[in-house]
């Protein structure tokens, strides 16, 4: 098992930044990549970024690219998630995800084998 803690939400204004980090710890070398969805009220969870943990390929949803970097440290089994730029409608919680094989396709969240438990995130306009 794996476990997954993450932190570094709070409330932002529009157009200021946020990092949040996500911890692993357990069987973190059976990792494959790792991810950031996020979840709004009343919107289902959506895929925001991902990186794989052997040579840092990322990936991005189309809504927070050129504004969101995803980034890791591999010896500190910790991934994550620079937010600049931010905007009203990036508020959600956050949720930090591991797969242990490639999940095809990336956004799909069921295609991950661990969860934290989430940080939120609220932009002010």
């Known amino acids: 098992q794996a476990q997954l803690v993450e932190s570094g939400g709070g409330l932002v204004q529009a157009g200021g930044s946020l990092r949040l980090s996500c911890a692993a710890s357990g069987r973190t070398f059976s990792m494959f990549i790792m991810a950031w969805f996020r979840q709004a009220p009343g919107k289902e969870r959506e895929f925001v970024a991902g990186?794989?943990?052997?040579?840092?390929?990322?990936y991005y949803a189309d809504s927070v690219k050129g504004r969101f970097t995803v980034s890791r440290d591999n010896a500190k089994n910790t991934v994550y998630l620079q937010m600049d730029s931010l905007k009203p409608e990036d508020t959600a919680v956050y949720y930090c995800a591991a797969s242990r094989t490639f999940p095809v396709p990336i956004e799909t969240a069921r295609g991950y084998d661990y969860w934290g438990q989430g940080t939120q995130v609220t932009v002010s306009s």
């Open positions: 990186i794989l943990w052997s040579d840092g390929f990322t």
